[in-house]
């Protein structure tokens, strides 16, 4: 498990991206309050987690899922969060559905290339004098 509490924090470099682009330019956060929201949005995290374990449990999963987060995230009251996490939530998986996909057409493209190369890469070769004569 976790051997000392600072392990839990959220990296400082993480906080400090999240802060700048919630602040408008111009603004300086200090390094106290830095520090102060890294450990906030880190027993956010925590507390979301434990939450969100225990309607898994209570559900007999093992397995904490989105719709397990959302649901916790109604219950504890944070339901104004939940539209735009939704929102995100599809469009990654958007993103990762085109990325399989685009992958699967490459390897297909690759393999098709390798069982009938194309007219152009016969062309090319023939160029280069590596076609057999």
Same mark, same amino acid.
Not at 8 to 18: S, T
């Given at each position: 498990m976790v051997e000392r509490i600072e392990d839990?924090?959220?990296?400082?470099? #993480?906080?400090?991206?999240?802060i700048k682009e919630?602040?408008?330019?111009?603004?300086? #956060?200090?390094k106290e309050a830095r520090a102060a929201i890294a450990k906030a949005a880190s027993v956010f995290a925590i507390f979301v987690t434990s939450s969100s374990t !225990?309607? !898994?449990h209570k559900h007999n999963h093992k397995t904490i899922t989105a719709k397990d987060i959302l649901q916790t995230l109604n219950e504890l009251d944070f339901e104004s969060? #939940?539209?735009?996490?939704?929102?995100d939530l599809e469009v990654y998986r958007k993103m990762i559905k085109d990325k399989k996909e685009s992958? !699967? $057409?490459?390897?297909?493209d690759a393999i098709s290339e390798v069982v009938a190369?194309?007219?152009s890469s016969v062309a090319a070769a023939a160029e280069n004098g590596d076609? $057999?004569?």
């Open positions: 839990l924090n959220l990296p400082n470099a #993480v906080i400090a991206r999240l919630a602040i408008p330019d111009g603004s300086n #956060v200090s !225990a309607l !898994a969060f #939940v539209p735009s996490l939704t929102q992958k !699967a $057409n490459n390897k297909k190369p194309s007219s076609a $057999n004569e």
